[in-house]
């Protein structure tokens, strides 16, 4: 089996409403920015990014607590957005706050 773990620290830029499936499970979409600097070869490269990330269940309602500009550690696993759109989602497993 393939590996597809991912791991990002950024801050909670946006986050809609807990809602809940139609099979009655909590859903939480958010998007997250990173900014750091990161060494490739011999140069150091400015990253910035935005993504955007869903949570279900527990965790989705563990996250309902984060506002816009909290600073968040997420694990979890990336797929396509969905069967239309291959743009990449982060699908959040664990997530702790950071100070």
Do not use: C, W, Y
């Amino acid at each position: 089996m393939a590996t597809n773990t991912f791991v990002l620290e950024g801050i909670v830029i946006s986050r809609d409403a807990l809602r809940t499936t139609p099979g009655g499970t909590a859903a939480l979409n958010l998007t997250l920015k990173h900014e750091s600097q990161q060494r490739e070869g011999t140069q150091d490269v400015t990253v910035e990014i935005e993504i955007n990330a869903v949570a279900f269940g527990e965790v989705a309602e563990a996250l309902d607590a984060l506002k816009p500009d909290d600073n968040v550690s997420l694990k979890g696993f990336l797929s396509r957005k969905n069967r239309f759109s291959p743009a990449p989602i982060l699908h959040i497993t664990q997530f702790k706050i950071v100070k």
